[in-house]
């Protein structure tokens, strides 16, 4: 579970700064920039229980660390409301797998539940914010978000195997 979140967390680190490579000067930069140093601090926790737990990071990283700065520059070159797009789908993503793991932690890994069930909530805060700043009027929408959300499935899917 923590290997899969570390990985998780990176890519969403990954993500939002090829998002600011291409919008950090415009209105939305300050607001990628908070969503990043979030991100960060998810991050951060992660790493930290993975040193501590002896949890060896995914194999992919290096993948992760490419594919996930491409998905957002790509998305950001697109315009504004993409890059909301990726926001909206990668979160929707991430809090239903969240929400599995919340659901199948007991209270022996209490910390660990506290931690993921916080994290959630400031993932869906995103979600939210990308819809409130029009991210469901992007262009090519459902094309967007469907193939954003089946790499982010298929990325979890590997990390929890690699």
């Not at 415009?26 to 926790?45: A, F």
């Not at 002896?54 to 504004?80: C, D, K, N, R, S």
């Not at 926001?87 to 209270?107: F, G, K, P, S, W």
Request: glycine share 8%; proline share 2%; hydrophobic share 40%.
């Amino acid at each position: 579970m923590i290997r899969v979140d570390q990985a998780g967390e990176y890519g969403a680190t990954r993500i939002y700064a090829g998002q600011l490579a291409v919008l950090g000067k415009s209105p939305i930069g300050d607001t990628l920039r908070h969503m990043l140093s979030q991100e960060e601090v998810h991050l951060k926790t992660f790493n930290d229980m993975c040193v501590e737990r002896g949890v060896q990071p995914t194999l992919m990283q290096p993948l992760w660390h490419i594919g996930g700065f491409a998905m957002g520059a790509v998305t950001a070159f697109m315009g504004e409301k993409a890059a909301h797009a990726c926001t909206i789908a990668v979160e929707e993503v991430i809090a239903d797998h969240y929400q599995d793991q919340l659901n199948r932690l007991d209270e022996s890994e209490s910390t660990l539940k506290s931690i993921v069930h916080q994290f959630r909530e400031e993932e869906l805060e995103h979600k939210d914010h990308a819809e409130q700043e029009g991210g469901r009027d992007a262009p090519l929408y459902q094309g967007i978000t469907s193939v954003i959300k089946g790499i982010t499935r298929a990325a979890i899917w590997v990390s929890e195997r690699v």
